[in-house]
């Protein structure tokens, strides 16, 4: 393990349980535990399982003006964001590309923001930079993040306070968890019910611990977060998104609310406003699409996508075989003329042409809990 990796405050901790630790945006992660990647998939698809995903940012914004200030960077309604609320976000740049996406919570006092690890520098010198003069950009550091996913998630939290049962999806409230001061949203990555956990850097191991030890609970690696998300249609920054990706070419127009867009109450005023209000209107020239596999050989990212006659017309950006499906599925950037559901394409692999169908996202159906 390279001397300059980052670790999260329960590096020792994962240690301690087996896991396997590469590198990712800069830190030490668990990939996976001794059970693998498959038995952890599993576990969060029928139980619950638990992530340490302290290498996310996570920042505060302090002021008056801070709601108002962050909708110049951002193309979403944050000003009518409730206490207690959460929305998707990310932010855009001058050619309407996407810098990043992140998690928005209106808490009393504060914006909680939780963003990318390997773009939080970068983040925290565009809030500064653009907005710093009228709210306080405040990273945090001292936090730790824990995420509990799983249809069983709910009941193995209520374990250290009933009152997280209250909470629907995108809802968030402080809570006493073992003596700590945490913050807990009702979200996550895996398409499951789940928790995000915010919890002090001291307080992560006993509280991971405490976790983990329940029946219903297993540890969980980046390998399975990724198989998981993957089936869940969720982007991943960096491979399904990036700085040359508008959010309409990913499909995340649902994300812009209509006051935000052409038209609307607070329209524009953001980094590209202009770029992707017109693809709001016209459509984009590719499009995100999901694909499975109509054959069993894996198609991983990098895949070149082509038409029946052989010519590109595509991508694959992620790929996987599901655990929950037992066949490729894979998220490819195509042609709009070849987005629509059940076209067939081919991906390319070791030189030779696989099969696939566009399909509508996600693989796996959402299992958030809404009340």
């Known amino acids: 393990m390279s001397a300059e990796l980052l670790k999260?405050?329960?590096h020792d901790f994962h240690v301690e349980h087996g896991a396997r630790l590469v590198p990712?945006?800069?830190y030490a992660m668990p990939v996976n535990y001794p059970a693998g990647i498959l038995a952890e998939h599993r576990q969060c698809r029928e139980s619950a399982a638990l992530f340490d995903v302290s290498h996310m940012g996570q920042v505060r914004l302090v002021g008056d003006d801070a709601a108002k200030a962050l909708e110049t960077l951002v193309p979403m309604d944050i000003q009518g964001l409730g206490v207690g609320r959460q929305r998707y976000a990310f932010f855009t740049n001058a050619a309407g590309g996407l810098l990043d996406d992140l998690m928005v919570t209106r808490r009393e006092h504060d914006l909680l923001?939780?963003?990318n690890a390997g773009c939080k520098d970068a983040d925290i010198r565009h809030l500064v930079t653009h907005i710093g003069h009228r709210c306080q950009v405040v990273p945090m550091p001292e936090r730790a993040l824990?995420?509990?996913?799983?249809p069983l998630a709910a009941q193995a939290l209520?374990?250290?306070?009933?009152?997280?049962t209250a909470l629907t999806f995108m809802t968030g409230a402080g809570f006493t968890l073992a003596g700590a001061e945490c913050y807990v949203t009702r979200s996550g990555y895996t398409g499951e019910d789940g928790f995000e956990?915010?919890?002090?850097?001291e307080a992560a191991v006993e509280i991971a611990r405490l976790l983990a030890n329940l029946p219903e609970v297993r540890l969980a690696g980046l390998g399975a977060r990724d198989t998981l998300r993957l089936e869940a249609g969720l982007c991943l920054y960096g491979h399904d998104i990036d700085d040359k990706t508008t959010p309409v070419e990913a499909g995340l127009s649902w994300a812009i609310q209509k006051l935000r867009r052409p038209g609307g109450e607070r329209e524009g005023h953001y980094p590209g406003a202009e770029v992707v209000g017109r693809q709001l209107g016209a459509g984009a020239g590719v499009k995100r699409v999901g694909l499975v596999g109509?054959?069993?050989?894996?198609?991983?990212e990098g895949a070149t996508v082509v038409d029946v006659n052989g010519h590109k017309v595509g991508r694959v950006t992620s790929g996987t075989v599901s655990p929950t499906l037992n066949r490729p599925i894979a998220m490819a950037y195509v042609g709009a003329e070849h987005a629509r559901p059940q076209a067939e394409v081919w991906a390319e692999v070791r030189g030779q042409k696989?099969?696939?169908r566009v399909v509508p996202m996600p693989f796996v159906p959402h299992r958030y809990f809404r009340g």
């Open 197 to 201: 956990i915010s919890v002090p850097a």
């Open 24 to 26: 990712f945006a800069g």
């Open 113 to 115: 923001l939780v963003v």
């Open 294 to 300: 109509l054959e069993r050989v894996p198609v991983r």
């Open 8 to 10: 999260t405050p329960l």
């Open 158 to 164: 209520a374990h250290m306070h009933h009152g997280v």
């Open 146 to 150: 824990l995420a509990l996913q799983g």
């Open 354 to 356: 696989q099969p696939m």
